[in-house]
């Protein structure tokens, strides 16, 4: 199999943010379609639950929901690898003619090219970062989509992707693979054929054999994988022992991975975090389109204006029991829920702790920024003290407030304290708060608020008390 992504060697970056660069993108007709959509998410089949889903129900030539997705901008993440990691070429834009919803119940992502020979696309990952299968349980991701309807020259660097990245990429960008990458539906140069693909370890080399990752393909059942719409299916199974990772097209399974399959610390760095977020996107070039080609893609051959066109994106779990500590403490309000385990985030990154017993800590925090922790347990006693263990590296003058939100990121603060410098950026203290009284079980939001822009507040962790 050929190379399928490239990615630099990883560089800590400090201060990282989601901040949207827009694009400007052309019309260009689409192409016809030789399948329709059906309109809506099916029902969960026997025996699975809904977590989750979008049917792109909407006007035409509006964007996506950004209550359910995030739209990714420009050739990186800010403070990320340069071309997204993977060498693809085009500039991602909010642009209704590179993203947009048809009015009849589909995504179109549409890779256009101007007259100067600058392609642009579009890419969307879901808000939600925390799709895990249960313990003993199994998640079924899915979607139904038709891959652009171009094929031969024509196709040359055309790289759509449905594909999921660990939680922990968010605010970080360079621990690439150790989180973990499930690509569900992959294709290049509008082959008749669907990758399967995981990324997991170290790069280069490790487990996952990266950066070529395990992989398999198979064509579309029937018709092409370009000229219809196929159903694209993951499976992450932890009922059984070892557990299971399956991709399927049509009900049809052309891939797997066990967990036997490599060393105990990689398969638990992939899976023992928050869980993973979801994205689509059509990419233009990069090392898996060239890899497959033999040279630099797209050419002056490649036709622009060819859509992927998503009909639904659902998410499925089915089982589970017994006791799994969610991310950040179990749940526990009153055990110790660490900082770097949140279900969602703004503005953070994670780092490397010189803390006693090591791990991780959020970092370059500022004015704004927030992180998400889902389903803390308060218990019916009610919580009355917020104790956090912090750090500060943050010039003279600078300081701002660590707050406990609950259930909202604008909701009011239920306790807060004030800090400024403690000596360095490593130099922790532990720092306790009031709170009112908190009972039941609440989504809980550190918020971060200052009075000036810089950094001031590395957190490690937090818990609740009596």
Known sequence: MPVETLRPPRIKRRRLSFVAAGGVGLLVAAAVLADTASGAVPPPPAGWNLVWADDFDGGANTLPSESNWIIDTGHSYPGGPDNWGTGEIQDYTRNTSNLSLDGAGNLRITPLRDGAGNWTSGRIETRRSDFKAPANGVLRIEARIQMPNVTGQAALGYWPAFWTLGAPYRGNYWNWPGIGEFDIMENVNGINSVWGVLHCGVNPGGPCNETTGIGASRACPGSSCQSAFHT????????????????????????????????????????????????????????????????GTPTAETVPGRPLVADYVAVWSRGGGGTEPPPGGGGDAYGTLQAEAFQAQNGVIVEGTTDSGGGQNIGAVSNGDWTLYRGINFGSNPARQFVARVASGAGGG???????????????????FALANTGGWQSWRTVPANISAVTGTHDVYLTFTSGQ??????????????
């Open 232 to 295: 694209y299916r993951f499976e992450w199974d932890r009922s059984v022992s070892p557990n299971q990772l399956r991709w399927y097209v049509d009900g049809q399974q052309f891939h797997g991975v066990s967990q036997n399959q490599m060393d105990a610390g990689s398969w638990d760095n992939m899976t023992s975090h928050a869980g993973y977020f979801i994205l689509l996107n059509v990419a233009m070039g990069g090392a898996f389109p060239n890899g497959v080609a033999g040279f």
């Open 398 to 416: 600078v300081s701002g407030l660590v707050e406990v939100r609950l259930d909202s990121p604008t909701s009011a603060p239920v306790g807060s």
């Open 453 to 466: 822009p810089a950094d001031f507040v590395n957190v490690n962790w937090f818990t609740f008390g009596h």
